[in-house]
């Protein structure tokens, strides 16, 4: 099975829509048709992994401001997801699993929209200010902000 990402435009929109306080701009949505890491306008010195799915991004707008978007692989299949999915719940700084995420939360990413709607706001974390290496951290983020807003 292939997540065509451009089925979920308008909720991907909606999540980031709610927030403005992380300079996230709804509009700055860029899709790429192909993996990531071969992406020609990223600039990180962390290059994403073969199977990364989204990527946050920000752009200098010359006035000050910057504005923070998201870029997304526009087909995401079976082997995208199971890494990405296998990445969830790991805590690299004390090097074990949150079996409270795996076990519990995990599972519940169970349909498309909800693990994009996962994918969105941990992308969204990353704009909160947690880095390349707090990926655990934005998991449990996302996963709060899906419980505060109903989708979980």
């Known amino acids: 099975m292939v997540i065509n990402i451009e089925q979920y435009l308008t909720e991907i929109r909606m999540i980031m829509s709610m927030y403005p306080q ?4 709804s509009n700055f949505l860029e899709i790429f048709d192909g993996p ?3 992406y020609p306008h990223l600039k990180t010195s962390n290059p994403p992994k073969e199977w990364t799915i989204a990527v946050a991004l ?3 707008m010359g006035t000050g401001k910057k504005r923070n ?3 997304f692989k526009k087909n995401i299949n079976d082997n995208d997801i199971s890494n990405t999915k296998g990445a969830i719940g790991f805590d690299k700084r004390n090097k074990q699993w949150d079996y409270k995420i795996v076990k519990k939360l995990l599972p519940l990413l169970n349909t498309n929209l909800k693990f994009i709607q ?3 706001l941990h992308e969204i974390a990353h704009h909160k200010g947690y880095n390349q290496t707090e990926e655990y951290e934005c998991d449990k983020w996302a996963f709060n902000e899906m ?3 109903r989708m979980l």
């Not at 992380?22 to 701009?25: C, G, L, T």
């Open 22 to 25: 992380y300079d996230v701009d």
């Open 36 to 38: 990531l890491n071969t």
């Open 58 to 60: 920000n752009q200098e």
């Open 69 to 71: 978007g998201i870029l």
């Open 118 to 120: 996962h994918l969105t």
């Open 147 to 149: 419980v505060a807003n």
